[in-house]
């Protein structure tokens, strides 16, 4: 079963525009990763944010939690051709030794 | 390159057969873990192992099988194949702490 559901499942929008997308999950937990997946490749861990922060920012990326909402947000900034991609949110496991995936949100950036 | 090499890469084969599916974690990782993501399932977590041992199980079909050897590398055992059984298993491994993943480039399996 997923423990984390992204939202929208899919998502276009033009070069240099901002990508948002939303994860919402169903346990507490102690942290939330961010994965992307280029068509068919290996997933490529993007940011993992801990339960105490609230924000964190890497390169073009930020990453918000809401752990009283369950939810958390990824946000790409001025956006590139090749950001075009499945986004997934991850959240630990019972027992934290497993990572559970959402549903991915596709990302299509047009040139 | 990651690091994680899964091998075949592609592997076709028929309804009723047994395949294995092979993998190497990144140099000082001792977590594998195995995925199946088919279009209709998303990404399945299948079962985890650290060390050699058994750490955490999903829903893994009694058909399918996982064993991580003393050289830590890992193989995902699928018999009695069933069309259903098509999809990429993604193996990935970790060195621990908050379970930071890092991929293989999958194998993707097709069931004629």
């Known amino acids: 079963s997923q423990q984390g559901e992204e939202d929208p499942q899919a998502l276009s929008i033009q070069e240099g525009e901002n990508a948002t997308m939303n994860c919402s999950y169903k346990t507490s937990i102690n942290n939330l990763q961010w994965y992307r997946q280029n068509s068919g490749r290996g997933l490529v861990h993007l940011i993992l944010?801990?339960?105490?922060?609230r924000e964190k920012h890497s390169g073009r990326l930020r990453v918000t939690l809401d752990t009283s909402k369950k939810s958390s947000s990824l946000l790409i900034t001025a956006s590139r051709a090749a950001d075009t991609a499945s986004y997934f949110c991850a959240t630990p496991g019972r027992g934290s030794y497993k990572l559970i995936f959402g549903s991915g949100t596709r990302l299509l950036v047009r040139p | 390159d990651s690091g994680v090499t899964q091998t075949p890469k592609h592997l076709i084969t028929a309804t009723g057969q047994r395949v294995t599916l092979r993998c190497s974690p990144r140099s000082g990782d001792l977590s594998v873990y195995w995925y199946q993501q088919s279009l209709d399932q998303g990404l399945q977590f299948l079962i985890q192992y650290y060390n050699g041992e058994e750490r955490a199980k999903g829903n893994i079909l009694e058909r399918f099988s996982a064993q991580q050897f003393p050289d830590l590398h890992s193989e995902l055992n699928l018999s009695s194949l069933e069309l259903g059984d098509s999809a990429l298993y993604f193996c990935?491994?970790?060195?621990?702490?908050?379970?930071?993943?890092?991929f293989g480039a999958g194998s993707r399996l097709t069931v004629l």
């Open positions: 990935a491994s970790s060195e621990g702490g908050f379970n930071v993943l890092t």
């Open positions: 944010i801990r339960s105490n922060e």
